[in-house]
C-alpha cells in the first residue's frame, strides 16, 4: 500500500514512515494513531499477521480513532474504534440485504468471503446482529442501491427488498 492522505489524515506503514522520518515506533499492536508535527497519522504494519483481512481491520479500526478524535487508548475508544471498523467494513444494511438475499443470516465464513474480514470480526459482526432488530433508514437503502443494484440479480428479486 503506498502512503495515503485524507482529510489531513495520513496514512502510511510504519515501516516507511521510520524510514522516511528516521523515527523509530514502538508499539504491540499491528497499527497506531499518532499526533505527529501536528498532523494525525495513522500507522499500520505491514508484515502484520493474519494477512490482508486482518490489515483491513486494523486500518479501518485506527481510521476509526483518527475520526472520532480518540487522544488516547482506552477501553471505551476501543469499543468505539471497533464499532467504527465493524460498520465501515460490514455495513449492516448491506449484511442484511445479503441475509435476505440468501433467505437465511449469512454464516461467519460467508461475511469473511464478502467483505474480506478476519473470521474473528465476521463472526462479532454476526453475533452483534443477530442480537437486535434491524430498522432501515434512508441513508441506508441508498447504500444498499448502490451495493446492489437491482439489474445484477437475475429476475430482479431485489427489487421486492427494496420497497
Known amino acids: ?28 499492536g499491528l497499527g497506531a494513531t499518532l499526533i505527529y508535527r501536528g498532523r494525525r497519522i495513522i500507522l499500520y504494519k505491514e508484515s502484520a499477521p493474519g494477512g490482508l483481512r486482518r490489515l483491513n481491520w486494523t486500518i479501518a479500526h485506527e481510521i476509526g480513532h483518527a475520526l472520532l478524535c480518540h487522544a488516547e487508548s482506552t477501553r471505551l475508544s ?23 438475499l440468501f433467505g437465511y443470516p449469512l454464516c461467519p465464513d460467508a461475511l469473511t468471503a464478502w467483505f474480506n474480514v478476519s473470521r ?20 441506508g437503502l441508498e447504500l444498499t442501491k448502490l451495493l446492489f443494484p437491482p439489474h445484477i440479480f437475475a429476475g430482479g428479486q431485489i427489487r421486492s427488498l427494496y420497497i
Open 78 to 100: 476501543e469499543a468505539e474504534a471497533d464499532i467504527f471498523a465493524a460498520e465501515l467494513l460490514m455495513p449492516e444494511p448491506a449484511v442484511r440485504m445479503l441475509d435476505a
Open 120 to 139: 474473528v470480526a465476521a463472526r462479532r459482526r454476526r453475533a452483534e446482529l443477530d442480537r437486535k432488530p434491524f430498522i432501515q433508514t434512508d441513508a
Open 1 to 28: 500500500m503506498r502512503r495515503l492522505e485524507l482529510g489531513g489524515v495520513i496514512l502510511d506503514s510504519i515501516e516507511r514512515f521510520a524510514e522516511i522520518t528516521g523515527e523509530e515506533f514502538y508499539f504491540g
